[in-house]
C-alpha cells in the first residue's frame, strides 16, 4: 500500500519512513528539504537497501498533491511537513499560519478531491499547556496556545475535526507526540537541526563533542524534586513505529468517518537533571553543563498517559531512555566523523 508522507526528509519522518517499509508498506516521500538535508536519502538507502521514492517538492502545492497522489495511488498519507521552531514562530507568524494551516488545507481538500480516506496528523502535547493534573490524558483540557507554532497545532486539530464532522470518508488521527530524542541504531539517520539547537538532547549531544561550549540547565527553581524540568522523552522509533499502528487502526477501520486524538510518549516523566546525568552514565563522559534562568514559555512538568494508545492502537513505547541517548550519541559521532 502506497503512503504518502509529507515532511519525509525530516527528523520524525525519515525514522517513519523506516517503520513503514518494515511493515510492508510503500512509503513515497515529499519534502522541499527546506529544514532537512538531502543526506538523509543515503542513509534510508543504507538502512533499507533501496532508494526512497521521493519527491523533493513543497506539499503546500494543490497541483503537487495531485499528480503525486495519483501518479503513485497513495491510500493514505502522514503528514509531518511543517515550520517547528518555537522562538521563530513568534518572528514570522504568517509564514508559520500560512505553512502550517495553508499546507494542511490544501491537503485535505486534495485528498477530498482524489478519494484518498487515511490520514496521520503530527500534533503536539504543547496542546495541554501547563496542565493541572498529571499525567495528561486525552482528556485534559487544551489550554491557549502560548506560541504561534503551538497553535498551528492546536488549529491543525480544530481543523480536522470540524472537516470529518462535517460529514464525508475521511479517517483521521491526530498524534500528540511527546518529546522526541534518539535516532535509528544504525547511525545513519537522526535529527539534523540547523545552527545552534533549540532543543535539549541535540544540545547536549553537541556539547559532549565539543562543538559547544556548555549545556545551559533553563530553571532549577521549579516545583520538581530536583527544581528542573520534567517532559516525557520518547525514542524516535518507538513514535515511528505508533504511526505504523494508527495508519493499521484506520484501514482496518470499518466505519467511513473518524476523528480522534492519541497521546504518543512513555508515560515517564524525567527531569533536565536526571536526563543529563543518563547522559553521562550512557556516553562515559562528563558534560559541561551550568545552571541558568528559566526559558520563557516552558511548562514546569508534562508526560503522557498512555492508556488509550495502548488500548486502541495497540502500541506502547518499548524502548529506553537509556537507549535513546545512547542512539543519539552515537548519531552524533557518526556525524563528526562524516563532517570531519
Ligand atoms: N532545555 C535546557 N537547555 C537547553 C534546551 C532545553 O535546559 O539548551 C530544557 C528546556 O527548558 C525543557 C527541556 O530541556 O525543560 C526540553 O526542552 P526542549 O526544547 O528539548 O523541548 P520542549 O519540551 O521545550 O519542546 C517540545 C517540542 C516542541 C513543542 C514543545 C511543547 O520540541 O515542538 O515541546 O511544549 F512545542
Redesign the pocket.
Known sequence: MNILVTGGAGFIGSHTVVALTEAGFRPVILDDFSNSEQGVLDGLEQIMGSKPIIYAENCHNRETLRRIIREEKIEGVIHFAAF?A?GESMQKPLEYYDNNLGSLIVLLQTMLECGVSNLIFSS???VYGEPDILPVTEETPVQPAS?V??NTKQIGEEILCDTVAAGNTLKIISLRYF?PIGAHPSAAIGELPRGV?????P?ITQTAAGQRAS?????HDYPTPDG??I?DYIHVLDLAEAHVAALQFLLKKDIDNYYDVFNIGTGEGVS?MQLVKTFEQVSGQALNYKLGPR?SG??TA?YADVQKSAEQLGWKAKRSVQQALADAWRWQQAIAQKTR
Open positions: 517547528k518555537v503536539s502535547c504543547t506560541s507554532y503551538g518529546n539547537p533549540g532543543n535539549l538532547i544540545f549545556l545551559t540547565i533553563f530553571g528542573t524540568c517532559r533536565v526559558r516552558d511548562v508534562v
